[in-house]
């Protein structure tokens, strides 16, 4: 029973608009599933992915307008990777991000993979990362009805970096409970004399299956607000599995949320003890299971059982106006 890799990586933003043109003008994924935050249905929650919206390759926002700017620090995710194919992309990148003004660093190594660093208009921390043909968790399929040329477009989801004060609790959490291996450790780019960064891994392996752990001590909490990470889901396989790894969280004595179902994928939601929230989704039914693949994220969805109250949610979501 294996944990497959990063299923998708949920952000806030205070500005919606803003979001879907960065996120599809800009980066060319494709609105997936325009929903609602289904624990608080006056706000949205749009989820970004590849060609098909498959699992390993969304980010998703909650909308909360007039939301504070996040103060960084430790109990973060910090980063969040977006594959690419090869290091050739990633020269591509860096000519789009000069164009259209994005903040970004110079191509780097981390994790002896080649990395272009940027950040979107918010402050969120992403990091492209070419696959170069690396074994492991199957890339997606990027999304052709985009100015970016297929062969440089964006396929997944890549490693999370999370910083912690102390590394030693989150790390039991991921290798005794959650079943990934320590597979190795790369210095950190951000500046000298700065903590090694240790890499985890789960199912078959690669970029998108890793989460990267920094220890800084010398950093305060962080402070969530726009730009920031609010948690990192990890893919199971179907229900089956789901109903087994709910057994073993609970055995294992960590406070969860118990079974939730999204509709889309069945989740479950717990903290490790340096305070990030982990969750646990499944890969079925996904999001076609609404709306055919040709159509996904061009109206509202709600799931079956919140459909008797769309009327009433509509009323009180904000006008939301998204151009294509």
């Known amino acids: 029973m294996n944990l497959l890799g990063i299923h998708h990586v949920s952000i806030l933003t205070g500005k919606a608009e803003k979001n879907f043109e960065f996120y599809t003008k800009i980066l060319g994924m494709r609105l997936v599933k325009k929903g609602v935050n289904q624990d608080d249905t006056t706000s949205y929650h749009l989820f970004y992915g590849d060609a098909k919206g498959n699992p390993g390759t969304e980010l998703t926002f909650f909308d909360i307008p007039m939301l504070a700017k996040t103060h960084p620090g430790v109990s973060s995710i910090t980063s969040t990777s977006l594959r690419v194919k090869s290091s050739a992309s990633l020269e591509y990148w860096k000519e789009r991000f000069q164009q259209f003004g994005v903040e970004h660093e110079e191509i780097k190594k981390r994790a002896n993979r080649s990395t272009l660093a940027f950040e979107d208009f918010e402050g969120t921390k992403l990091i492209l990362v070419a696959d170069d043909n690396e074994e492991g968790v199957a890339p997606g399929e990027a999304w052709s009805e985009t100015d970016i040329p297929v062969e440089h477009g964006i396929v997944g989801l890549g490693a999370v970096l999370l910083r912690v004060r102390d590394q030693q609790p989150t790390a039991h959490v991921l290798t005794n409970i959650l079943g990934f291996e320590h597979v190795g450790s790369y210095p950190s780019v951000d500046g000298e004399g700065l903590p090694d960064v240790d890499v ?15 220890e800084r001590k010398d950093l305060p909490k962080e402070r969530i607000g726009r730009g920031g990470v609010h948690h990192v889901a990890f893919r199971i ?59 996904l994220g061009q109206n509202l969805s709600l799931p079956p059982f919140m459909e008797h109250q769309r009327e009433e949610i509509e009323r009180k979501l904000r006008p939301l106006t998204l151009s294509e």
Do not use: C
């Open 200 to 214: 985890f891994s789960t199912g078959e392996g690669g970029v998108g299956a890793e989460v990267h752990i920094q």
């Open 237 to 295: 396989p179907n229900e089956e599995e789901y109903d087994k790894w709910a057994e073993l969280i609970q055995r294992a004595g960590l406070m969860n949320s118990g079974k939730v179902d999204r509709f889309y994928f069945k989740a479950l939601y717990f903290r490790e003890q340096n305070g990030i929230l982990f969750e646990l989704s499944t890969d079925t039914p996904g999001f076609d299971v609404d709306e055919s693949v040709d159509s």
